[in-house]
């Protein structure tokens, strides 16, 4: 049970890693987009021609560029907001869970450790199946199981 949770914090603190990453690189990308965006605009020059057709069309032509550019600014930062909503929440869960682990074993301890162990908590119950040895300071990881109702 105890190597179950390490491999599972392990895959948990995994995914939060991958997530950071794909959100600093998406700034990044948006970033560089930006950038190289930028010196196209600013290494284009006007143009020099007197027909008003074609000035007309070079004008329509850079609008719907520029349209096209804000829209594609608008879908990244959704997607950006979504991966900063997604890790946020991610985390808020993992907070949740090591303070449910810290105030499980502080009860325990207090207790003196003998029997079993219940806690309620929101949605699911925390239940220790066997005494486990006393946790070394400063480590967060215990033999727990996690049920979903109240059973």
């Keep these: 049970m105890m190597e179950e949770n390490k491999q599972l914090a392990q895959r948990i603190d995994g995914a939060i890693r991958s997530a950071g990453q794909e959100v600093t690189n998406l700034r990044s990308e948006l970033s560089a987009t930006s950038r190289r965006l930028a010196e196209m605009g ?63 074993h502080k009860r325990w301890s207090r207790r003196g450790g003998a029997g079993s162990c219940e806690e309620a908590s ?19 990881t215990q033999r727990l199981t996690f049920q979903h109702g109240g059973r």
């Excluded at 021609?49 to 879908?75: D, I, M, T, W």
């Excluded at 066997?130 to 400063?138: D, M, N």
């Design 42 to 104: 600013a290494d284009s020059p006007p143009p020099l021609e007197n027909n008003h057709h074609h000035h007309h069309h070079h004008h329509l032509l850079h609008h719907q560029h520029h349209l096209h550019h804000q829209q594609q600014q608008q879908q990244q930062q959704q997607h950006h907001n979504h991966h900063d909503d997604s890790l946020h929440y991610q985390m808020e869960a993992l907070n949740l869970l090591l303070l449910l682990v810290v105030a499980s």
């Design 122 to 140: 929101g949605q699911g119950v925390v239940r220790r199946h066997q005494s486990p040895p006393p946790l070394p300071r400063g480590q967060e």
